[in-house]
């Protein structure tokens, strides 16, 4: 089959197709809770750079790394799926349970942090080497920062402090 692909295509071609053509695979992680205008500009990012996998921490997962209660995971998932179809935007979320998720035994181009979540991506690539895989390209985003220029996040919300846009709340 391969032959006759170059036969039918030209080299060139199937150069294109394997390194240009092929779509991008992007991973993100995280809890995702009260989708705010820091989220948004995470997924916005991560989606500029191709098909996206996003593993969505597990509610038991949430309530232990944030120290508090979170949006079941169903509304976080809705909340992150309405996002990017209104976005016309395709993304797959996946429930994880670790830092890792399936970060670890699945080929991906990109992983997309912030600077809160650059050590998690370092680990991954560390784990990953250790079983033989390729590094996944770490892209680092900055934190978005609300009006007094603290960064957005879902706690700063729940706190009353700020909005899910920017705004502090007085």
């Not at 991506?121 to 996944?136: F, H, P, S, Y």
Request: include cysteine; hydrophobic fraction near 35%.
């Amino acid at each position: 089959v391969a032959l006759l692909l170059i036969n039918t295509m030209g080299i060139l071609e199937i150069m294109y197709y394997f390194f240009v053509g092929r779509t991008k695979k992007v991973v993100v992680g995280g809890t995702f809770d009260l989708l705010h205008i820091g989220h948004k500009t995470l997924l916005d990012k991560a989606l500029s750079y191709g098909e996206v996998s996003l593993g969505l921490t597990s509610a038991k997962m949430a309530e232990q790394t944030k120290g508090r209660m979170v949006e079941n995971y169903e509304e976080r998932r809705k909340n992150i799926e309405n996002y990017c179809e209104e976005k016309k935007k395709k993304i797959i979320v996946r429930e994880i349970d670790d830092k890792f998720g399936f970060a670890l035994d699945e080929d991906f181009d990109y992983i997309v942090v912030t600077p809160e979540t650059h050590p998690n991506a370092t680990l991954i690539n560390n784990e990953r080497k250790k079983k033989g895989r390729k590094e996944i390209q770490i892209i680092e985003i900055d934190l978005i920062k609300a009006e007094d220029d603290k960064p957005i996040s879902s706690t700063r919300i729940y706190d009353g402090k700020i909005d899910r846009e920017e705004r502090v709340i007085k």
